[in-house]
């Protein structure tokens, strides 16, 4: 089954823009769509499923904040639950969306747009009364969302057609399509000439709970750490997103995300040290590398502690079997992390303030 998306800051040709009868076919299809005001009748846990031949599924949410409406279209099985988690359980965190790729329509204030879509807006698009211009844009993961490029916005035209069609047959639909949300998605199949088919309920698939990551430690750097002698306070670890990566930025390429893992504890009860790890192309690679690089801090700072304290369910998987290769260590979850909660804000304004990438 093909991807959609690739690596786009690999060693690959920059990604083309798009081509101006892709962008007019754009924004013809986010007006109709818009005039049409499905968001009147879906409600953001009524997901459903845009099937293209030999692809991934991709999933369609229509969601707004206040007058900001938007459409969200996330790829593959695991989009689907990011949705879920989203807009049915409201469950949420700063990096959720960073974490998923997806494509994403909506509108936006002129001033809060980047300059190309205004641009592109006043070429190809008709004006709006409120001033608002729609955007376009590719969530990949590890990166600021960014305007689509030419393979992206061709793709997009074929699903924002979709989309509109199914928006219209769903105004007068029997029952709420989140009441079944959690057995089936109602889904549309489009075939390799652009056809579509009468769309139907497909029963949803097992899923495999959140990040699917397998930790691999080193059985020397382990050795070592087993030999470092214990500290007598415990240490508190925790991970914040940061939206914009500290660091040079590309021309003409979206900045970077990632997150910044914070140590904190010791005698003097002060953040000790921190690491950033980048999730470029895939966030499992951040849970696999980040028990390692917690392993190198200790090592570093020449003790290890005898209890690390969590609020995070993901960072107590991962840790997990830490406690199992070093007897002594006690993992637990604290309802909250007090030193990194009164300090955390003065090493995020270091990190991003200076804009050189961290002491990681």
């Known amino acids: 089954m093909r991807p959609f998306f690739t690596d786009i800051m690999n060693d690959s040709p920059k990604p083309k823009k798009p081509l101006a009868a892709q962008l007019r076919r754009l924004y013809e299809l986010e007006g109709r769509i818009h005039d049409l005001d499905p968001w009147q009748w879906l409600a953001p846990a009524d997901i459903f499923c845009v099937q293209f031949e030999d692809r991934e599924p991709l999933f369609v949410c229509f969601h707004h904040s206040g007058e900001i409406k938007a459409i969200d279209i996330a790829v593959g099985w695991p989009g689907y639950t990011v949705l879920l988690h989203v807009h049915t359980h409201k469950i949420h965190y700063p990096g959720f969306y960073f974490e998923t790729r997806m494509l994403q329509v909506g509108r936006l204030d002129a001033q809060r747009t980047f300059e190309g879509e205004a641009l592109n807006h ?65 889904t549309v199949n489009i075939n390799a000439d652009g056809a579509l088919s009468a769309p139907e309920w497909v029963a949803l698939p097992e899923i495999p709970p959140g990040v699917q990551a397998d930790v691999n430690l080193p059985g020397q750097l382990l050795h070592l750490v087993r030999k470092l002698p214990e500290a007598p306070h415990p240490v508190e670890v925790e991970h914040i997103f940061l939206p914009v990566l500290p660091g040079k930025l590309r021309r003409g390429a979206p900045p970077e995300t990632a997150y910044v893992f914070l140590l904190a504890g010791g005698a003097d009860e002060t953040i000790g040290g921190h690491f950033i790890l980048h999730a470029r192309g895939d966030i499992a690679n951040v849970w696999t590398e980040f028990p390692v690089r917690l392993l190198e801090v200790f090592l570093r700072q020449r003790m290890r502690p005898p209890e690390i304290l969590v609020t995070d369910s993901r960072l107590m998987t991962m840790l997990r079997p830490l406690t199992e290769l070093l007897p002594t260590l006690k993992l637990t979850r604290a309802e909250e992390l007090p030193i990194i909660k009164r300090d955390s804000a003065e090493v995020l304004q270091e990190l991003t303030g200076a804009n050189n990438g961290g002491r990681a």
Do not use: Q
């Open 122 to 186: 006043e070429k190809y698009g008709r004006e709006e009364a409120n001033g608002a211009v729609p955007f376009f844009r590719t969530h990949n993961i590890g990166y600021v969302p960014w305007p689509v490029n030419r393979d992206e916005a061709a793709l997009l035209c074929d699903v924002l057609y979709a989309v509109f069609g199914m928006a219209m047959r769903l105004e007068d639909f029997s029952e709420p399509l989140g009441n079944r949300a959690m057995e089936a998605v109602f």
